[in-house]
């Protein structure tokens, strides 16, 4: 099997990366490489890991693109350097460069560090460390590793740069800048002024599901291209990138790949919140139940694809798009879930539901209970969240040592407390509490 290496030098480096792992290689390093204008230096968030085998294989990979009809692989050749996150020195050097322009980050919603009102956690010991070791070159956090790289960016002149966040937040840009800029207040007010001035945050919303790869799936790899690639990606042929905001330095011609600019992602945003993330968080909850560990597996089922389409047809109600304007993007979503070659666990979704919940369903909720309906599949979402915290199994979540306790308590009593910690209002909708409360015991019977 042939050693999988450049046969020609990478690009020069003019994108730097926050979060290297399978998403990215998917989606942000794919556009930038059939913009074939510009090489990524990327870096790991959590650990080294996936940096080892890339930096092996000069930063190639494949795509092993998966349809109902068959596989397919394609090379990505975008990443010019892979690198540790705990690098940084690398980090910092390749952020402060004049050739950077842009800086994107895939880091999870609870990498942030935010309180529960959405502002940084000033209280987290985490963020109050980089706090006192920024000024010596150390950060550990993803705010502070941020603000660590803009400093050394503004020590070197670099000149402006953008800010590109990918993570499920709603007005992902705007709510890391105040994250950003309040943790380099509280480091140094000079600091905080040049990044309001010189560092654009650009809005996003991204979607392409990316299950995690397998041995299995680097056999096919190498069975398809005759290569040895160790760090393959999984992923489905849909892909969607839609961003709003400057970028003062240039980027890469992402709408090679298919990227659209607009003036404001909030609707985009919102619709792929609510119908895509609103109903992988119902099913990641409610399908275990019924013996589902797979979104395919669970569409495949007609309960789950009931309360699928009940979600869809009660959060469309609050989208400012037209019923035929969305009647194809569902049909696309029910298709893409349905596809067999493509291994989404439920439990990968179910990941960190305290944060998600709050911008995936509940704004649905409340509207709905503003307009005086019931959201039945609102109700199937919250009973399945605390079912799957009542289980206690694989509960992945920055709040589970207080929300596995809550879940314990009698039907309401753990509804309600639940329900508070999502959103304190809805703790008081006693119609809605007995709703969720039975529909927890079916699901639960």
Partial sequence: MAPLVRSTPALPVRHVHLGLGAFHRAHQAWYTHVAGDAGIAAFTGRRPDAAVPLAAQDGLYHL??????????????????????????AWTEAVASPSVGVLTLTVTEAAYRRSPSGSLDLSDPSVAADVASIPGGVAQTVPGRLVLALASRRASDAGPIAVVPCDNLLDNGPTVASVVVALAGAVSASLAEWISSNVSFVSTTIDRITPATTASDIAEVASLTGFADAAPVVTEPFTEWVLAGAFPSGRPAWEVGGARFVDDVTPFEQRKLWLLNGSHSLLA?????????????????????????????????????????????????????????????????????????????????????????????????????????????????????????????????????????????????????????????????
Avoid at 73 to 88: F, I, M, N
Avoid at 378 to 398: E, M, Q, S, T, Y
């Fill in 64 to 89: 092993l693109v998966r349809s109902a009809s068959g596989d397919r692989a394609e090379l990505v050749t975008s990443l010019s350097g892979a690198y540790d996150g705990a690098d940084l020195s």
């Fill in 285 to 445: 909850y409610a399908a275990p139940l019924r013996g589902h560990a797979t979104v395919a597996s669970a569409v495949a089922d007609p309960v789950c694809r009931e309360w699928v389409e009940s979600w869809f047809e009660l959060a469309s109600v609050f989208l400012p798009f037209s019923s035929p304007d969305l009647a194809p993007y569902r049909a696309s979503l029910l298709e893409r879930y349905e596809n067999p070659r493509i291994r989404h666990n439920l439990s990968q979704i179910a990941m960190d539901g305290s944060l998600k919940l709050p911008i995936r369903v509940l704004p649905v909720v409340t509207q709905a209970r503003a307009a005086g309906v019931m959201p039945l599949a609102g109700a199937v979402a919250l009973a399945g969240w605390i079912a799957h915290l009542r289980r206690g199994v694989d509960v992945r979540d920055p709040r589970a040592s207080e929300l596995i306790p809550l879940a314990q308590a009698d039907d309401e009593t753990a509804v309600r407390s639940l329900l508070g910690v999502l959103d304190a209002a809805l703790a008081e909708d006693k119609e809605l509490i007995s709703v969720i409360v039975e529909t927890l015991r079916d699901l639960t019977r």
